[in-house]
């Protein structure tokens, strides 16, 4: 979501933008860095750059491709440009997750309490961003469990990188059977093994075992000194395939 008097979000709609191609855009969000080793990339801006003015390392060092990001448009363009006066990216679960942290780019107005994380018991978490400035990277460390919305909320321009969750992670208090069936549906349980896959199994072992008997056969015959007693004793050889499982699978041995 835009302000009212800037952006274009249209059906409030964010863009994707390609960080490889901010020649045709704002080189703010672009990746990775001019300055950066290796010839650098399209990124512009002292935040992205690999060191600070006092050659101290830089935490929003953005030396590394970030493919595409989520930008809220400042004009309805063909290239991407964030939208300078800010506004709101909003995600919705369609169940509870486990948030794990959010990647950030170009937030350049300092430090703030820019994320909101709301959670099942109705509880707001608001976490800073520190926003290293033009072209930076920052990923925001979050470790929130039962989480339903996510706000990401730019004083200016801004773009998000990713956002890492997982659905069965973290909080080892479950929520009730109810609510996960109303998530998951039953599993199908399906045995082990069947005695068609056992037949099948049983016949590809005997065709391998007559296979490796003949190319070991061969194989020996070329080796041997016709001379040797050996040969004259006509040794012959006898391959079998041994197949070994873990541990685990003897439970299956009644199937």
Known sequence: FSPEDSGYTPDKKARLYDTTAAQQGDPDLGSPNENCVNGGGPGKGAGGGPFLANNQTNPGANC??????????ETNDATANANDGGGRILFIFGYPVTLESVGLMDVDE???????VHTTEGELHHHAVNGYGDNSIETVVLNRNKVIRLEINFPGSGAVRFVQFCHDCGDKEQATQEAIDQYYPPATVQPYENQNTVQTFTGMIATLDQTLTSLLQQALEGLIDTSSCLYNKGAQVDAKVLVSTPGIANSCSNH
């Open 64 to 73: 590394e491709s970030q493919g595409h990001v989520l930008v809220l448009q």
């Open 110 to 116: 300092g430090n703030g309490d820019y994320i909101i």
